[in-house]
T-cell receptor
Framework: QKEVEQNSGPLSVPEGAIASLNCTYSDRGSQSFFWYRQYSGKSPELIMSIYSNGDKEDGRFTAQLNKASQYVSLLIRDSQPSDSATYLCAVTGGSYIPTFGRGTSLIVHP | GAGVSQSPSNKVTEKGKDVELRCDPISGHTALYWYRQSLGQGLEFLIYFQGNSAPDKSGLPSDRFSAERTGGSVSTLTIQRTQQEDSAVYLC???????????FGQGTRLTVV
């Protein structure tokens, strides 16, 4: 059973702070890693993808991957109230099917 | 189209009726996925298409659920004899290849009354 685990939260951070979201996965054969943002009542929106160990930065977002530890994280710098949403971690391996975690709820308060 | 398109956006049906949900993927995307998301829950995988074939349909909850894809493009998810527990948002996603980024449509909210 391939599993993707996330802390359900909510994670509450003040505006302007760094939000750190974490995800672990069980399938060592996983090759592709994604972060999605889902606002209430909306569908998931892709915000970051990462395929190799290390960091990948895109604007205020940084994805970090450590395959040895089977760990992927998302950092959001200068958090804004508009970042308040559920963040879903997804992992794809040899089955070519993205497996999703249940998501972490992020609340950014002014 | 620019993105994944699903129709209808909302569907209310009576228990026992059949429903068809449609997904139009991003042009050129060979991989297509159906997921289901119940209120406050995570994404539940239903079926994966590569081209017109479905290598993995292990997530379909029962034999009342079926899906097909034609022309390597549009996919239809059919639920027969709907039950109240089928009420959920049905999400379709497509990807250029199996390991690449998947993009979601806006979903179909199904309510069985």
């Amino acid at each position: 059973q391939k599993e993707v685990e996330q802390n359900s939260g909510p994670l509450s951070v003040p505006e302007g702070a760094i939000a750190s979201l974490n995800c672990t996965y069980s399938d060592r054969g996983s090759q592709s890693f994604f972060w999605y943002r889902q606002y209430s009542g909306k569908s998931p929106e892709l915000i970051m993808s990462i395929y190799s160990n290390g960091d990948k930065e895109d604007g205020r977002f940084t994805a970090q991957l450590n395959k040895a530890s089977q760990y992927v994280s998302l950092l959001i710098r200068d958090s804004q109230p508009s970042d308040s949403a559920t963040y879903l971690c997804a992992v794809t391996g040899g089955s070519y099917i993205p497996t999703f975690g249940r998501g972490t709820s992020l609340i950014v308060h002014p | 189209g620019a993105g994944v398109s699903q129709s209808p956006s909302n569907k209310v049906t009576e228990k026992g009726k059949d429903v068809e949900l449609r997904c139009d993927p991003i042009s050129g995307h060979t991989a297509l996925y159906w997921y289901r998301q119940s209120l406050g829950q995570g994404l539940e995988f239903l079926i994966y298409f590569q081209g017109n074939s479905a290598p993995d349909k292990s997530g379909l909850p029962s034999d009342r659920f079926s899906a097909e894809r034609t022309g390597g493009s549009v996919s239809t998810l059919t639920i027969q004899r709907t039950q109240q527990e089928d009420s959920a948002v049905y999400l379709c996603a497509s990807s250029s290849q199996g390991l690449n980024e998947a993009f979601f449509g806006q979903g179909t909210r199904l309510t069985v009354v």
